[in-house]
């Protein structure tokens, strides 16, 4: 590949725009939206839609294959005018820069900054040196330092994300996160309640924790009392205006009895659980090192069902792992057909460069896997679409988050991360925000209809 022409921006112009683009899990997605606001206290603003920015920030996902080649294109489109007029200044963040950093300076002068996932919080000195013109790596892990040199948050919106828990030990054979984000670490109980408050005296209803094994948060609250995340969440349920507590994403072996209690007691604990279960062989989950069989996950839902007996459940799925056989490809068929997700995401798998699986013998031809995800999704979508049909005829509560295309249209989510939209021509005046009770009257496999029942709730 040709190398990329460097960026038209003069050096010593300081950017007074900036855009975050954020290609990844929602842990990427709340670490561009704390870049974004680091780049606010540098002075700086968010363009707006349609608008050319000074800076952008490509805050990349290693997750997926083509990762890195889509990083070199869209660097290559800004830089020839064909994404904005004006060439940016351009950053590439996230887990793409982690792996790949030195690679990245190497091959694109355009980018005048690489920054990994744990080191963004160093974003403001790197822009004053690429200004001057000086290009900056920085792929550090300096564990948990980011959090606390970040400015404090400003979000405005009804829901948020906020990451209590970084990195992973699991080191499940096909996956690069636990190289791109490091080793295991919680953030302290005191900052994540701090943070929380923050986030809902400026408007947030619902808080979504994150973390790649998010169940694994541990700390000490204020009087040194060792806790894990159910401890955690009963803390803040006592937070008056926070209405919903969310968590993701959980793995099988973290979870403690004391979580699953959390959801049969802490009303606010909304009824939705998404735990990534990726294979139904237990030959497979044993090469993919997870630890853990078909029967103890299924024995884990059980549990959990019991604790909550409305919950809806959600997971991940890897098809085509190497050497995995039409026969234990039917075995997560029949986990699936078991379990009657509310809701799941499923993946062909994608060799990761540096991962055990990537030189395995026996990778699976793309026509299979094509052909087995296509299998698994109808199956599904089939559930998907059952229980959002299961809803029809019922009233929920639903979180308003926005507003619809149409006028008197709303948008929001009912306590099983359902999409509801709702028409409401005489409730105009509502808050972004509100609780209110809507009747389902319509169900389709991404979202559901409703009616107003009862406005403002709260
Ligand atoms: N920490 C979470 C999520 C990790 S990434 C967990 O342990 O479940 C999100 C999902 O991407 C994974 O659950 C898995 O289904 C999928 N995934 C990760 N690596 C993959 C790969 N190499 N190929 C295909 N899918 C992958
Ligand atoms: Fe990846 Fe496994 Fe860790 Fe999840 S638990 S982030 S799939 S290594
Ligand atoms: Fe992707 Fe990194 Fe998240 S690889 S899925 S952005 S942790």
């Given at each position: ?61 290693h997750i ?104 992973c030990?699991k080191f499940c054979t096909y996956c690069v996160v636990p190289y791109t ?31 790649q ?65 990726q ?9 993919m090192n997870r ?27 890897i ?33 990761r460069?540096?991962t055990p699986a ?101």
């Amino acid at each position: 590949m040709k190398p990329i022409t460097p960026p038209r921006v003069a050096p010593n112009e300081r950017p007074q725009t900036y855009r975050v683009k954020s290609f990844g899990c929602q842990m990427n997605v709340y670490d561009g939206e704390r870049m974004g606001e680091m780049l606010d206290e540098q002075g700086m603003s968010a363009a707006s839609e349609g608008e050319d920015a000074d800076l952008v920030v490509l805050n990349t996902c290693h997750i997926r294959e083509k990762a890195a080649e889509k990083i070199y294109s869209d660097i290559g489109r800004l830089t020839k005018g064909k994404t904005q007029k004006k060439a940016p200044m351009i950053a590439v963040a996230g887990c793409v820069a982690q792996a790949e950093g030195e690679e990245i300076m190497k091959r694109a002068p355009a980018v005048s900054m690489v920054v990994g996932p744990q080191a963004y919080h160093r974003l403001p000195d790197m822009l004053d040196k690429a200004v001057k013109g000086e290009r900056a790596t920085d792929t550090d892990m300096p564990a948990i330092a980011k959090f606390s040199a970040l400015p404090v948050r400003k979000k405005r919106t009804p829901t948020a994300f906020l990451t209590v828990q970084e990195g992973c030990d699991k080191f499940c054979t096909y996956c690069v996160v636990p190289y791109t984000r490091g080793a295991e670490i919680s953030r302290p109980f005191g900052d994540l309640i701090s943070e929380a408050q923050g986030l809902v005296e400026s408007g947030a209803r619902e808080i979504t924790l994150l973390g790649q094994n998010v169940n694994a948060w541990g700390g000490e609250n204020e009087k040194g009392i060792a806790q894990g995340l159910d401890g955690l969440i009963r803390q803040l349920a006592k937070i008056p205006k926070l209405q919903r507590i969310r968590y993701t994403t959980s793995h099988p072996n973290d979870f403690t009895p004391g979580l699953i209690a959390a959801h049969a007691e802490v009303d606010k604990l909304m009824p939705y659980l998404h735990l990534p279960v990726q294979s139904g062989s237990d030959r497979v989950l044993k090469a993919m090192n997870r630890q853990h069989t078909a029967e103890g996950y299924l024995r884990l839902l059980e549990q959990m069902r019991a604790a909550r007996p409305d919950i809806a459940l959600s997971g991940d799925f890897i098809v085509g792992f190497p050497g995995e056989t039409e026969a234990e490809f039917e075995e997560t068929l029949s986990l699936v057909d078991e379990v009657r997700y509310a809701q799941a995401y499923s993946f062909k798998y994608s060799p990761r460069p540096g991962t055990p699986a990537a030189t395995m013998d026996n990778q699976i031809p793309r026509e299979v896997m094509d052909d087995r995800l296509q299998r698994l999704q109808a199956r599904l979508n089939r559930d998907q679409l059952a229980f959002n049909a299961a809803s029809v005829g019922k009233s929920c509560t639903v979180l308003v988050e926005r507003k619809g295309k149409l006028p008197g249209q709303w948008l929001g989510k009912s306590p099983w991360l359902q999409s509801v939209w709702f028409a409401d021509e005489e409730w105009g005046e509502a808050e972004l925000g509100d609780m209110v009770e809507v009747d389902v009257i319509d169900a389709g496999a991404n979202s559901v209809q409703g009616v107003l029942r009862q406005a403002a709730l709260t």
